[in-house]
């Protein structure tokens, strides 16, 4: 059976990190000996929330390996394994299908022709949206649908074309609100409920209960926005991630019953 603790799946970075693979931003230079300290920070600030990891192998020949969210999709006792849009990606789903199968999930692959990447997926309650128009594909997101309808879900496709995942725009806040920074959101029609968020980095949060919400340190203007709406922002540095289209919800796979 799933795990009834919060859990969450991490992966050390690798050491070519800096390698890793940038699509919507100009490349700069990451200090990869500061990126590992702040990836052991982001898992410090998960458990002294309460949640237990479990580390992924790490893949020392992936430089994007740490981006362990884009490996699968995981909805009730199901975790769809992704076959990554970016074919240099591929190889880091093999451990993470391991661990994820140890956690007692039962395992769904994504096959060819299709693609998906993990980073594409929000989930709100028993609605699923995937991101459609950058690394995942309609055959990946019909076989995300074939594997999780007959749990009840709900899932629909949304645009994404001005950044690499549907992640990197928009994330939900506990009451099922969208939040996204406007200009890199395709449409923001297409939610039921959405907040504008005053910085790109703060249109991503990890939901770590009922009210308190996992962040980037990027996004100070932000954090006092969800402070007044009633949640306590916890503030993490991923600025070596940020670098390479990462956010805080990239480092992990949260596992919830």
């Known amino acids: 059976m799933p795990p009834t603790q919060p859990t969450a799946l991490i992966r050390p970075p690798s050491p070519r990190l800096a390698e890793g693979l940038v699509t919507h931003i100009e490349r700069t230079p990451v200090d990869v000996a500061l990126a590992f300290r702040q990836w052991q920070q982001y898992v410090d600030a998960l458990h002294a929330t309460g949640w237990r990891t479990v580390e992924v192998p790490a893949i020392d020949d992936c430089p994007d390996g740490v981006f362990v969210e884009d490996t699968m999709v995981v ?4 975790a769809v394994l992704a076959r990554a849009g970016a074919d240099e990606r591929r190889a880091e789903a093999a451990a993470a299908e391991e661990t994820v199968a140890g956690q007692g999930y039962r395992v769904v692959r994504i096959v060819e022709p299709g693609t998906l990447d993990g980073g594409d997926v929000l989930k709100i309650g028993s609605t699923i949206y995937v ?13 995300l649908q074939a594997a999780f309808a007959p749990l ?13 995942h549907l992640k990197s725009a928009v994330t939900a806040l506990p009451d099922g ?13 297409a939610f039921e409920a959405f907040r504008p968020v005053p910085e790109e980095a703060g249109a991503h949060v990890v939901l770590l209960d009922d009210d308190r ?4 340190a990027s996004a100070p203007k932000s954090a006092e926005l969800f402070a007044g709406l009633g949640y306590r922002p ?11 289209e990462g956010c805080v919800t990239c480092l ?5 019953r």
């Not at 991101?131 to 076989?143: C, I, K, M, V, Y």
């Not at 009840?152 to 690499?164: F, M, T």
């Not at 609100?177 to 029609?189: K, N, R």
């Open 75 to 78: 909805y009730g006792d199901v």
């Open 131 to 143: 991101g459609q128009g950058g690394r995942t594909n309609a055959a990946g997101l019909e076989q």
């Open 152 to 164: 009840g879900a709900d899932v629909r496709a949304v645009p994404v074309r001005k950044v690499l």
């Open 177 to 189: 609100t969208v939040i996204g920074y406007e200009p890199l959101v395709d449409d923001a029609a």
């Open 213 to 216: 919400l996992l962040m980037a």
């Open 234 to 244: 916890v503030v993490v540095d991923i600025s070596e991630f940020e670098k390479l």
């Open 252 to 256: 992990s796979v949260r596992l919830r």
